[in-house]
């Protein structure tokens, strides 16, 4: 598409578009108006998630009457699948709809699903009867009830996973990379975006979960249905303003047909010279020449390198049966990246249980403040929110200059380091949650409560505060370096596949919990550690068992960790200059 000449000093974009299709008028479109009204549906979109998800469990146990290894699974297996479905999102955002599309449809499903959800709490037929927990009386929900419940539920995950994946894409293309002044605010608006999604789970924790158990489950889920309506009115509302960027194809594509052209030649027999293989020099089109930088050639997964065979005839190029060696060399590089990329899973196993077991402990517990207020069980959650927020600013302000001095590094931990340190407090924090459900059971036995499961346990629910603080302080350091590593070391080009990588660990790690908890269940049913009155349970085993699980994997990562070679570095080792990055970073 050619771009009109201005006379003079042009406002006009070269590489954005208004919602018209014209080049973009950088003083009447994007900005901080534009990122404000991404943001809000940002905001809106975590406050429906985190109000419905954390409180989740209570409602599948006290209100659908199911035991608490199906609640906890539920939960994992709604988060899970949001996360999962990034993946999804962002390949539709980069090859299909663009990342305005897809923010606008996968509200759109978000609000819908929301909807079905509060009719389902309003209208009586599709939930059971009420009756006292764990009473012979009590009647399980139907499959019919169930199925209404379930369609809500993934409606709303698969709208979350569409959104999150292009909503902080679509707020970075507000600003122009280009420019020194746009660039400065495009790293403010990253801070505003990672400080609106804690204010959405500050409102959800807090807020809605009080709401929720004390005046009305359906009052809060149809505040989350109102809210996330309202943020895609706004989101729609700034239609006009937006700057639109033009679709680059998904990166899954280009890892896709490697490996396949790697396989069609699988029988090949590869050149010793690496300069005889297909690479960048040899195509014949200026414009993919000039987005392609030549990579050195490794010798790690050299099954790949036969993808660039050079065949006969290469007047006509199929990506499907011949690729560069550059491009084999970026696949390389996720190749790399991803022993790193399961060790990180376990850690997200843990973090589940703060949505599932460790709310269920806390509804056992005396949750009072003062002689009339009650902390609703969820609401613990904030704590763990909270030392986010704390640890973030601690460790800028107080670990940076430590390590500094004394590792030598200005910047403080690197990525790695940082996902380390985050692995072991995921271990300090099952350690911690065994030792208080032992602590919660001895006081279960001593006041005679074993056969009273729905009798206040006399200990303080604050018991429970160390392992929502591990935990907290732990995704503090894995998350912002996973996410700093995944972006740091991904190919040029691959941001967003990388970003989808980095949350499919998420994804993957609410899986494994469900995988746990069910085989857990079944091995145990005799003597059951996940027993649906936690009184007769043996839940400290679990998390025995997932502190043994997270530290035979941190020794695991710790072994990754230490071959791993930075890209900066290994390309310095080559005599390459780092690649220009020309994405914004991303973060969801």
């Not at 080049?23 to 905001?43: F, N, Q, Y």
């Not at 929301?114 to 059971?128: D, F, H, K, N």
């Not at 009052?219 to 249905?225: D, K, L, N, P, S």
């Not at 060696?325 to 790399?336: F, G, I, P, Q």
Request: net charge positive; charged share 15%; aromatic share 10%.
């Amino acid at each position: 598409m050619a771009l009109p000449v201005t006379q003079g000093k042009s406002t006009q974009l070269s590489d954005a578009w208004d919602y018209k299709g014209r080049p973009a008028d950088a003083t009447k479109t994007g900005g901080w108006i534009s990122a404000a009204m991404i943001l809000g549906v940002e905001a809106c979109e975590r406050l429906t998630t985190m109000g419905i998800a954390v409180n989740l469990v209570t409602y599948l146990t006290g209100v659908m009457h199911l035991g608490n290894a199906i609640s906890a699974n539920t939960v994992t297996n709604f988060l899970g699948t949001s996360f999962m479905l990034c993946l999804l999102g962002g390949f539709l955002a980069d090859t299909f709809l663009g990342r305005y599309l897809t923010v606008a449809i996968f509200t759109s499903v978000q609000a819908i699903g929301v909807t079905i959800l509060t009719i389902s709490v309003v209208i009586p037929t599709l939930r059971p009867p009420s009756c006292t927990v764990g009473s012979p009386a009590c009647i399980q929900a139907t499959a019919s009830q169930l199925g209404v419940l379930d369609l809500a539920l993934y409606l709303t995950a698969l709208g979350t996973g569409g959104l999150k994946s292009s909503v902080s894409g679509l707020g970075s293309d507000q600003f122009n990379d280009s420019n020194k002044e746009e660039r400065t605010q495009m790293t403010k608006f990253f801070s505003w975006f990672f400080f609106f999604i804690s204010i959405g789970t500050l409102l959800a924790v807090t807020v809605l979960v009080y709401i929720e158990d004390n005046i009305g489950r359906q009052w809060g889920y149809g505040i989350c249905a109102c809210a996330i309506v309202i943020g895609l009115f706004v989101f729609l509302a700034g239609t006009r303003r937006y700057r639109f960027k033009k679709l680059v194809g998904s990166p899954l594509t280009q890892v896709a047909a490697v490996l396949v052209a790697a396989w069609r030649k699988r029988r090949r027999e590869l050149p010793s010279d690496s300069s005889e293989l297909f690479n960048v020099d040899d195509l014949t089109d200026p414009g993919t020449k000039k987005k392609k930088q030549n990579l050195p050639h490794t010798k790690e997964f050299r099954v790949l390198d036969k993808a660039a065979i050079k065949d006969e005839d290469i007047t006509k190029i199929n990506k499907w049966e011949l690729s560069t060696l550059t491009d084999v060399e970026e696949v390389k590089m996720v190749m790399r990246m991803l022993p790193i990329w399961a060790t990180t899973i376990m850690f997200w196993t843990v973090y589940a249980q703060m949505t599932t077991f460790s709310v269920s402990q806390a509804t056992t517990m005396d949750r009072h403040i003062g002689k009339s207020f009650q902390i609703p069980p969820a609401s613990l959650t904030v704590f763990f929110v909270g030392t986010i927020l704390i640890t973030v600013p601690v460790y800028d302000r107080v670990i940076v200059p430590i390590a500094g001095r004394l590792l030598h590094k200005p910047q403080g931990l690197t990525p790695l380091q940082r996902i380390g340190v985050g692995l072991v407090f995921s271990v300090f924090a099952m350690v911690a949650a065994a030792l208080t459900e032992i602590k919660r059971l001895h006081v279960v036995r001593d006041n005679g409560l074993v056969n009273n499961p729905d009798a206040q346990i006399p200990l303080t629910v604050f018991w429970l505060i160390p392992q929502f603080l591990f935990v907290g302080a732990g995704e503090a350091f894995t998350y912002i370096g996973q996410l700093d590593f995944f972006l740091r070391e991904c190919p040029k080009g691959m941001k967003t596949m990388s970003t989808g990588l980095f949350l499919s660990t998420l994804s993957l790690g609410f899986f494994v919990s469900s995988i746990l908890v069910t085989v857990v269940h079944k091995v145990t049913i005799k003597r059951p550690w996940l027993a649906d009155d936690l009184n007769r349970g043996r839940l400290y085993n679990f998390y025995w068992l997932l502190a043994i699980i997270s530290a035979l994997n941190f020794l695991v990562y710790l072994v990754f960790a230490r071959g791993y070679v930075y890209k900066q570095n290994r390309l310095a080792q080559e005599g390459y200059d780092e690649l220009e990055e020309e994405e914004g970073p991303s973060c969801h």
